[in-house]
């Protein structure tokens, strides 16, 4: 039960992509996400003789929202907070841009589980049982859950949009 | 067709990721040549540290040892001697009479207990 470095490296190249796009919608920073995935499966490395290949992905996931929810409570704490890489997302008009604030300050005020099942959701092609596993809820609330998140950030967007 | 596409687009991780990653693995798979530089300076610092240490205590432990040593055999003979000296009694501490030279001239050391215990307690 050891993962070999070419199925790391096959899970970087299938995870690369889906963990990007959650961790860069908690985190909004480039660089942060990168050092985060990356950080995750230097972790995994180091430990990969009692590492699972069946459970690797899952474990990537784990190990990689953890170190972002770690990264943002550091940042809450010394109270940084990075320039926010705006011309990441498309930007073309300045609408886009306000859109891109105001959903950074929607999303941030979702529940935490909330906000992370609404994004594995969206961009993990994790199954609904995969996403209750990772984050340690009930299975039957996940599709609840989201359904609650999204109506939220629907009014959220509202009220940030009206301010 | 996700639901929120328009909402949250997919973005692109910058590339060469996963080159970056290998890099770093190989770093971790051959610490050994990647610090033996640093290994050795860090080697060469404690042992000059050691040897500086050494010769502080070298140079300083005799010197106060000694010292503590006469003043542990002051405050040994004071105690001894703290019955009245020829007639002067000495309150919270003792006199010891010392040759003068000359007949009319008494010489004395004296030193309080406070002192002694002031001494002790260095």
Redesign the interface.
């Given at each position: 039960m050891a993962a070999r470095e070419d199925a790391l490296y096959g899970s970087y190249r299938r995870l690369e992509g889906p963990l990007y796009n959650v961790l860069y919608r908690q985190l909004w920073h480039r660089e942060d996400c990168q050092d985060v995935i990356h950080d995750a499966y230097m972790r995994i490395w180091a430990r990969r003789d009692s590492v699972d290949e069946e459970t690797l992905d899952a474990l990537v996931w784990t190990t990689a929202l953890n170190l972002a929810r770690n990264r943002l409570r550091w940042r809450r704490l010394w109270r940084h907070e990075p320039l926010v890489d705006e011309n990441h997302v498309t930007v073309s008009s300045e609408d886009d841009f306000l859109a891109t604030r105001r959903l950074r300050v929607a999303l941030r005020q979702l529940p935490a589980t909330s906000r992370d099942v609404l994004l594995l959701s969206e961009f993990s092609e994790l199954r609904g049982r995969e996403i209750a596993a990772l984050l340690r809820i009930p299975e039957g609330t996940v599709a609840s859950r989201k359904h609650q998140a999204m109506a939220r950030l629907k009014v959220l967007l509202e009220d940030v949009a009206d301010a | 067709m996700?639901?929120?596409e328009t909402?949250?687009?997919?973005?692109?991780?910058?590339p060469g990721?996963?080159a970056?990653?290998?890099q770093?693995?190989a770093k971790?798979r051959h610490p050994s040549e990647q610090v033996s530089g640093r290994s050795h300076r860090r080697t060469w610092n404690t042992a000059l540290a050691a040897m500086v240490a050494t010769a502080i205590c070298v140079a300083l432990v005799p010197h106060w040892v000694l010292q503590r040593r006469q003043t542990a055999m002051i405050a040994a003979a004071l105690r001894r001697d703290v019955l009245p000296v020829n007639g002067i009694r000495v309150l919270n501490g003792a006199a010891i009479e010392l040759p003068s030279g000359q007949p009319d001239v008494r010489l004395y050391l004296v030193q309080s207990v406070a002192d002694t215990h002031q001494n002790d307690m260095k």
């Open positions: - | 996700r639901e929120l909402l949250l687009p997919l973005l692109e991780p910058p990721g996963l970056r990653l290998q770093k693995i971790r």
